[in-house]
């Protein structure tokens, strides 16, 4: 006898181990990316926090001032990015939008030791 396809068994065999695979496999490969995008999330969240630190060290009596009066200083991207020390078209690798420009990075003073927050999304 001439056989010529696959059985009923091979097939249901072959069917069972994608799915095992794909059951196994499919949440390891979600949070690798997961863990990918929040760490590249981090690196833009340092970038932005040097780029205020370079602006404060440009700008010291202006941010001492206002962290006198207010407590804090906030320097907006916005103004980083005019000043040379951000690039433009910042994206969220999170959520895959465009970081604001009005998301600003909160300076406070403890002792001589500048400390930088950025409170966007």
Partial sequence: MNKNGFTLVEILVTVVLITLLAVFITPKVRTLINNSKDK???????TIEDAA???????????????TANGYAEVTLLTLQQNGLLEGGITNPKTSEDISYSDVVRI????NKYNYEYMGG
Avoid: E, M, P, Q
């Avoid at 630190?53 to 962290?67: C, G, Q, R, V």
């Avoid at 406070?108 to 002792?111: E, F, I, L, P, Y």
């Fill in 53 to 67: 630190k370079s602006y404060t060290y440009l700008n010291t009596n202006t941010i001492d001032i206002s962290i």
């Fill in 40 to 46: 590249a999330y981090d690196g833009i969240v340092s």
């Fill in 108 to 111: 406070t003073k403890t002792g």
